[in-house]
């Protein structure tokens, strides 16, 4: 056996990973003031140490006081371009960011996820079946590897110093590889995880320096072992097999920890099994129990047992937890507690939203709750006795959630299993397109953005203070009309052929709709990360869901007395209101989507009798619920597409139905995205440098598409030539006729500076491309 520090037990009680980005969003404020100049990397340093230091004392007040059962999992911006910056695997295209001493700086890491005036940043995309969203590597065959960043041992080494021995944490070798994509320069069927031969000695380079910084566990995460991929099973195997029978037989190293979150490891327990890794984490919350001979396989290594829900927000069924782990210590050998999958996925505690009710708060379980639930667990698994009292409670929360009012409402139930085949389908695409060319009078290419405009500093403190009393409902109505105002006019003046409203009313495009239907609760200070700053407030999908009123009519009515040109009206999909909440675990899905598909089937109606002749429908989630396992994911796509097609089944032929989708593996649900059967899909495109048109052509997609070509997750500004040469892509794909033109999500987060100029140069691009076609034409 390697010669490694002394063996230390890994904790009864952990988690597997801990919200980063601060309890009132310090990290957040922290890296925009860095980014705006206002504060240096040394200042920057300083709050990130804080944010550390406070986590880690406060995981221990909760309990988790032994050795390593503090999760190491700090990140300045994305775990998955932290692993990037530690391998060093700068795209060429960046040119050389590390400095003289092979280092990767904080300039570099952040230049690789926010690109620069001439460079488009790192791909992003949904991190599993979840909102948060990744960078994804390059990885070509001239790729070098280095250990080119020491933050993970800095990290370590500052908790160590301070009395606590944290846990550290890196993305796994063979996740990084699958999550990976082929750089530009790669040849054709190039694999990233044919590299994986390269990046092991820089793994092991880490592990040995995190040895002599003292730690005496490491975390290496491998979600990827529980999807199923297009890369054979066998080859998958085998790459987990090489890394493993390497990292242990390191030199020095931390005992090791794989963890397998997001869904259930099937074959690949085996195959870790058989390494000599120390222990091994599975998801026993999402996943079933794994049998008695896959587990006894694992024989002296620990078993890791997320039994604790981390993706979502309810309070765990402690009984039923008990049974689990009884059953799992049956045929396992030693068996610890901690949560199904990172606790990043869920607010910090749920005692600070006193505006909740009673009832409704002691159905939750934040992220500070389920450190608690996991101690109660590993004591049950110590003394079966001294947990009797925390099981109790929560089986009597769980049965008082179950029979409580407004959970289950007969009309609602009555209204969804009455629906018919007829209830989700609208007239064929001819008759509709045919309806809508006469309503609507568009030019070829049309220009549109996707929905909400810049929100201000302004709009921010017009809400707030319309939320404190300090301005009247009239006053506040009054600023967002102006507002809309505003946007209306630059919209006009910029020559876009389809407006918006830009949503100056709208906190959040999933918590607007929470606060006007019945079922839904909202949070104070319930922040949770989607990428690098950008945090949001997922919404508490706790009953039957109905709308009492109209919710958006009276703002896009407004909006479109102010012009001659259509306004489209902006609702959130069903599906993406139930990703983009914690939604209700007490009945199916399917059952819940069709719920807020009918109360959003009533405001289409509305919007179309207050005149208005377009409706984009948003769906930008779709992808993100899809089932990691490929036998699961017809089911799933059936129930997510009738949902869309029950909310918008109801429109006229000539109301022009949109939906918009982003940062999802198109491909994958091409079919799906077909069988939504709206009129206008805008999706993202950009930042993939136009990937999605490729997937079109071949699937023959034939109604109208947007694939975007601004990038609004980044600060810098697409040139003219730029977008032109991504239309000029897309128009060599798509059929000219079936293509708009648009931003890749909406502009909320953008600055109006930035906005105005790209938008600008947008327009000016699209009237290139449109000259272009006109004369091939003659």
């Not at 708009?740 to 909406?746: K, L, M, R």
């Amino acid at each position: 056996m390697p010669e490694n520090n002394p063996a230390t037990p890994f904790p009864a009680a952990s988690l597997l990973g801990y919200p980063r980005i601060g309890r009132r969003r310090e990290l957040k404020r922290a890296v925009e003031a860095y980014w705006a100049g206002k504060i240096d990397a040394d200042a920057l340093d300083a709050a990130a140490k804080d944010i550390q230091l406070s986590i880690a004392r406060r995981l221990q007040d909760l309990g988790l006081t032994e050795a390593a059962a503090v999760p190491g999992t700090f990140s300045y911006y994305d775990q998955v371009l932290d692993a990037t910056a530690h391998l060093g695997a700068v795209p060429a295209r960046f040119g050389n960011l590390l400095d003289a001493e092979g280092q990767l700086d904080i300039d570099g890491y952040f230049t690789l996820a926010r690109g620069t005036k001439d460079q488009q940043p790192l791909e992003m995309t949904k991190w599993f079946d979840t909102n948060y969203h990744y960078l994804v590597p390059e990885i070509g065959p001239a790729t070098t590897f280095a250990l080119a960043s020491n933050r993970i041992v800095a990290e370590f080494e500052f908790a160590l110093a301070n009395g606590i021995e944290t846990r550290p944490y890196i993305v796994g070798p063979v996740t990084y590889l699958l999550l990976s994509k082929a750089s530009d320069d790669a040849p054709a069927g190039f694999a990233p995880l044919s590299r994986l031969e390269d990046i092991l000695p820089v793994y092991t380079q880490l592990l040995e320096k995190l040895a002599a910084a003292g730690a005496s566990w490491i975390q290496l995460d491998e979600p990827a072992l529980v999807v199923d991929h297009d890369t054979p099973a066998a080859e998958i195997e085998a790459a987990v097999a090489r890394s493993y029978e390497v990292l242990s037989g390191a030199a020095r190293r931390p005992q090791i920890l794989v963890s397998t979150p997001y869904g259930a490891l099937d074959g690949q327990l085996g195959t870790l099994a058989a390494t000599a890794i120390d222990a091994l984490h599975i998801d026993a919350f999402k996943g079933a129990v794994p049998s008695a001979a896959a587990l006894a396989a694992l024989g002296d290594k620990t078993l890791v047992a997320g039994v604790v829900d981390g993706h979502n927000i309810w309070r765990n069924d402690l009984a039923a937890s008990a049974a689990k782990l009884d059953e799992l210590k049956a045929a396992a050998g030693r068996v610890t507690v901690s949560t199904s999958t990172s606790t990043q996925h869920v607010p910090h505690d749920v005692t600070e939203e006193g505006q909740l009710s009673d009832d409704l708060r002691s159905w939750l379980a934040f992220a500070d709750q389920k450190a608690v639930e996991v101690k109660a667990l590993a004591s049950y698994l110590a003394d079966p006795a001294s947990a009797r009292a925390a099981i109790d409670e929560a089986s009597a929360a769980i049965a008082g959630r179950a029979a409580a009012a407004g959970v289950r409402r007969e009309e609602v139930r009555t209204r969804t299993g009455s629906l018919t085949d007829a209830d989700f389908s609208r007239s064929e695409y001819a008759v509709r397109e045919a309806a809508q060319e006469k309503a609507l009078h568009l030019p070829p290419l049309p220009t549109t953005t996707i929905g909400s405009f810049p929100q201000t500093s302004e709009i921010r403190s017009a809400r707030a203070r319309n939320n404190k009393g300090e301005l009247t409902n009239a006053q506040y109505e009054q600023l967002m009309k102006d507002e809309i105002k505003r946007v209306v006019e630059l919209q006009e003046e910029l020559g876009y052929d389809v407006l918006v409203h830009g949503e100056p009313e709208r906190n959040d495009m999933v918590q607007y709709f929470a606060e006007n239907l019945d079922g839904f609760d909202v949070t104070v200070h319930g922040w949770v990360q989607s990428y690098g700053s950008r945090c949001t407030r997922p919404s508490i999908l706790w009953g039957d869901v109905t709308r009492s009123a109209p919710i958006t009519v009276k703002w896009a009515e407004y909006a479109q007395s102010l012009t001659g040109k259509p306004m489209k009206g902006m609702l959130t999909g069903p599906v993406t209101i139930l990703a983009w909440s914690f939604v209700r675990d007490d009945q199916p899905l399917g059952e819940t989507a069709n719920q807020v598909g009918l109360a959003l089937r009533d405001e289409i109606a509305d919007l179309e009798a207050a005149g208005i002749k377009i409706i984009q429908v948003d769906e930008p989630a779709l992808r993100e619920l899809l089932p990691l396992r490929k036998a699961e994911q017809a089911a799933y796509l059936k129930w997510s597409v009738e949902s869309f097609r029950l909310a918008t089944a109801g429109a006229a032929d000539a109301t022009q139905i949109h939906t918009h989708l982003c940062y999802s593996e198109f491909g994958v649900i091409i079919d799906a995205i077909d069988g939504l059967d709206a009129d206008v899909t805008s999706i993202e495109a950009a930042r993939s440098r136009m990937e999605v048109v490729h997937d079109l052509e071949s699937h023959g997609f034939g109604r109208g598409v947007g694939p975007g070509v601004y990038d609004i997750h980044s600060p810098r500004v697409p040139g003219e030539a730029e977008v032109t040469e991504l239309l000029a892509t897309a128009v060599k794909h798509v059929p000219s006729r079936q293509l708009w033109v648009n931003p890749d999500c909406g502009l909320k987060t953008r600055g109006y500076a930035e906005t105005e100029e790209s938008l600008r140069n947008l327009v000016k691009a699209t009237k290139t491309i449109r000259a272009g076609l006109l004369a091939a034409a003659n």
